[in-house]
């Protein structure tokens, strides 16, 4: 059976923000370690348009208005390659481990660096802190821990805006819109978060991971 707190509580954050998000705060995101100028060909080999935007997210034109976001991992390994050799060819691969299936950029010297989902508008942290919810955001998984909610796992893909989704953000001030989008076995909510950029799902009810110290409202920094 639904839990109906979490849900009321989430579903507030987006109804009780007065005033228009102007440049609102992202947390910093952590660097590449590999070679992006090999990135790049690698990404551009398998037919799509890479760019690394100035916020650090990792953007891929997938066409018809959509879009693949991600960020570097700040916990890069080794797995195999020559380790003598410099970074100067990429692999991208699918790594489906636990907890959520994610992208590895693999070079040919052994470095790997994971690429891992990220939000991709930060009108999102400010429609969390504006209600005073706690989250913490994870640089090794990509969580989205929101205290007292949900575990939550951003979407790789941005969907552009419908008709209609641009009618909701006009109508409102706080330039997001939080709607459930679906409810998981176990009566976990699956969100979907509407901002001038996009939709982005927010998959909930997803395995409870620490990454980081949870950011008090208005604070936004650095997760795990």
């Known amino acids: 059976m639904l839990n109906s707190k979490p849900l009321v509580l989430f579903l ?3 109804c009780s923000i007065g005033g228009a998000f ?5 947390p910093a995101l952590p660097a590449p370690v590999v070679n992006v100028e090999a990135l790049f060909a690698a990404i551009e080999n398998m037919g799509y348009i890479p760019t690394l935007r100035d916020d650090g997210v990792l953007e891929l034109d997938m066409g018809n208005g959509e879009r693949f976001v991600g960020k570097f991992s700040a916990y890069p390994y080794r797995y195999g ?3 003598t050799a410099e970074c100067s060819t990429i692999e991208i691969v699918e790594l489906e481990v636990s907890p959520q299936l994610r992208y590895a950029a693999r070079c040919n010297n052994g470095v790997n660096q994971d690429i891992i989902p990220t939000v991709d508008n930060a009108a999102f942290y400010t429609m969390l802190e504006s209600d005073g919810l706690q ?6 998984y990509g969580t989205v821990f929101v205290k007292d909610i949900d575990v939550f796992y951003p979407d790789y893909y941005v969907r552009p805006l419908q008709d209609r989704d641009r009618e909701l953000l006009e109508s409102g001030t706080s330039g997001t819109v ?3 989008d679906s409810i998981n076995q176990g009566g976990s909510v699956n969100y979907e978060v509407l901002t001038a ?10 395995e409870v991971v620490i990454e980081g110290e949870f ?3 208005g604070n936004a920094a650095n997760g795990d």
Not at 135 to 140: D, E, L, V
């Open 135 to 140: 989250y913490s955001i994870g640089n090794r």
């Open 178 to 180: 939080l709607r459930v």
């Open 12 to 14: 507030a954050a987006a």
């Open 197 to 206: 950029t996009g939709r982005q799902l927010f998959f909930g009810g997803r």
């Open 215 to 217: 950011i008090p409202a």
């Open 81 to 83: 390659g020559d380790n």
């Open 22 to 26: 102007a440049d609102p705060p992202r």
